[in-house]
């Protein structure tokens, strides 16, 4: 019981000290991708790729925004890494997308990508590429000192309450956002299914 309760005080500490200018920025980013009838390139990796996945389906079907994440396509992908390598395989598929100045690029991450320490260097590598041809970047992380959180136009830094759990309640609250963004009214375009049948109209 007692680590039940500490994990939903964490969870309710986290909500009160969050950035809600942060997100606004983020939603401005997206509101911007969407009028340039640009895409949103999701990039994610563990965790973060099973929600790029995820936000992909939401964005597109939601919010009427083209949406593409490296990691659902595993043939070309896992080509990628095997000819290629790691490293390189997600931006070696951003730039057979054509990535361009009014697509996005959004990161899920724990940690943002580390140089120095060699962590997610493929997310790097993305970011990289993103600030070569000045696309814009958003993200949602756990830590202020990855790459993504020191590069980004917008990022949603999930603050740290307990050092034990920073992956758990960076990814737990990575859903908690999209989904925030996605409802959101200067992006949302078509209803869930769930409230267009109980509140229809």
Known sequence: MQAIQQYLNETRTILEKISVEEISKVVSCLQKVNQDQGR???LGVGGGAAHAAHAVNDFRKICNIESYSPSDHMSELTARINDEGWDSAYVRWLEGSK????DLVFVFSVGGGDTQKGISLNL?????YAQQLKVPICGIVGRPQGVTAKVADACIIVPQVNEKHVTVHTEGFQAVLWHLLISHPLLQQNPTKWESVIHPG
């Open 40 to 42: 949103i390139f999701f």
């Open 99 to 102: 990535l361009c100045q009014k």
């Open 124 to 128: 790097v590598r993305c970011l990289e």
